[in-house]
């Protein structure tokens, strides 16, 4: 298992952007997917991206591609999220989630967990 810490949450405007950055504790951080999802007030939580071990394929959901960027650094023990183009429709708190081995999109599939981070946007 790995221990993970969300951070770069915030209050943004329309338009603006931010980064989402997830640190990893523990070993053997590039032996494990990564994933973005975010859940809002009285919804489900989704799926927001994912990246492979190496960091050479990355998946989106359609409502968030063209506009977010995931990727890792694996020396480092960090997944990023940048969000460009936000619309108050991505207000939500967003957790990182690691997998280990192959990437899923599926909240169940994934054993370690943030505690997530507030990201709000105002039109």
């Known amino acids: 298992q790995v221990q993970l810490l969300e951070s770069g949450g915030g209050l943004v405007q329309a338009g603006g952007s931010l980064r989402l950055s997830c640190a990893a504790s523990?070993?053997?951080?590039?032996?494990?997917?990564m994933g973005w999802f975010r859940q809002a007030p009285g919804k489900e939580r989704e799926f927001v991206a994912g990246?492979?071990?190496?960091?050479?394929?990355?998946y989106y959901a359609d409502s968030v591609k063209g506009r977010f960027t995931i990727s890792r650094d694996n020396a480092k023990n960090t997944v990023y999220l940048q969000m460009n183009s936000l619309k108050p429709e991505d207000t939500a708190v967003y957790y990182c989630?690691?997998?280990?081995?192959?990437?899923?999109?599926?909240?169940?599939?994934?054993?370690?967990w943030g505690q997530g981070t507030q990201v709000t946007v105002s039109s």
């Open positions: 990246i492979n071990l190496s960091g050479g394929t990355t």
């Open positions: 523990g070993r053997t951080f590039s032996s494990y997917a």
């Open positions: 989630a690691a997998r280990f081995s192959f990437c899923s999109s599926y909240p169940t599939d994934f054993g370690s």
